[in-house]
């Protein structure tokens, strides 16, 4: 098979750093926005690599708290601060403490959980008085846009979004988020959708094609695409060409929790 170019980092590191590169900065809008301030207690749920823990570390100061949790806390090697603490704890089984915190922040997590809701709802309860929820979330049927069309990258486009009805995920999860978030009870302050159109052979398609690496063996496992299909497809996407698709879109929404 036609892997992707081989990185001095672990390859699901470098995934989850890309992810973060495409769509940090729509988040970071939307915190700033919120108004995160200094003294803040915050709980990045899902952290992955780090990256808006850090910022978050940040913005909240000395004074301020936040906690990175994540079922997998290997991805955070070296990321440090006194007001940083990792947490390796499994939000399904364990849940945040209810009202603690004055912002709860999550990005493609919940579509990947099969009690997603009560999670959300898990999340509104760890809110303290006018503290606030931002959660973002995938939908992956965007990657079947592709133009020129290719019958082969809808085709893998298409396994990919099967193999996660399998694992017990919905990659459909982004367009159900709203009435999801309205249901906790908080007060609606807004949302949004970002996506990114990526062409063939760039840097940016990297991150489609280490998603599509990750999955192969299980793709092909269950008789969902051959082997040479996805080296194929591989190919396609890693060959400089006028190919252009979307990556996933991400709809974030984001509320608050009424003073009492």
């Known amino acids: 098979m036609h892997k992707p170019a081989e990185h001095e980092s672990d390859p699901e590191k470098v995934r989850l750093e890309q992810v973060a590169a495409l769509t940090d900065p729509a988040t970071i809008r939307y915190l700033e926005q919120i108004g995160v301030r200094e003294g803040w207690t915050c709980a990045e749920v899902g952290a992955g690599a780090g990256s808006i823990a850090r910022w978050l570390s ?3 100061g000395h004074f301020g708290k936040v906690h990175a949790i994540d079922i997998e806390t290997a991805y955070m090697e070296g990321l440090s601060a006194p007001n940083l603490e990792i947490r390796q704890q499994d939000i399904t089984t364990t849940p945040l403490d209810e009202g603690a915190y004055d912002l709860v922040h999550s990005k493609i997590l919940l579509m990947h959980l099969p009690d997603r809701e009560r999670v959300l709802g898990e999340f509104a309860k760890a809110l303290k008085p006018g503290g606030h929820l931002l959660v973002e979330e995938a939908d992956i049927r965007s990657i079947q846009r592709v133009d020129p069309p290719s019958p082969l990258l809808t085709r893998a486009a298409t396994a990919l979004e099967t193999f996660f009805y399998f ?3 919905d990659p459909g ?4 988020l709203l009435p999801a978030f ?21 840097p940016e398609m990297q991150t489609i094609v280490l998603s599509l690496a990750k999955l192969a063996p299980m793709i092909t496992k269950v008789g969902l695409m051959g082997q040479k299909e996805i080296e194929a497809a591989f190919d396609q996407l890693q060959q400089p060409s006028e190919t252009v698709l979307y990556t996933p879109i991400t709809v974030s929404v984001w509320g608050r929790r009424d003073e009492d």
Do not use: H, I, P
């Open 58 to 60: 940040n913005r909240v």
């Open 167 to 169: 694992g017990g995920a």
């Open 173 to 176: 999860y982004g367009m159900k």
């Open 182 to 202: 309205r249901r906790t009870g908080l007060r609606f302050m807004g949302t949004d959708c970002q996506l990114t159109a990526v062409q063939a052979g760039t």
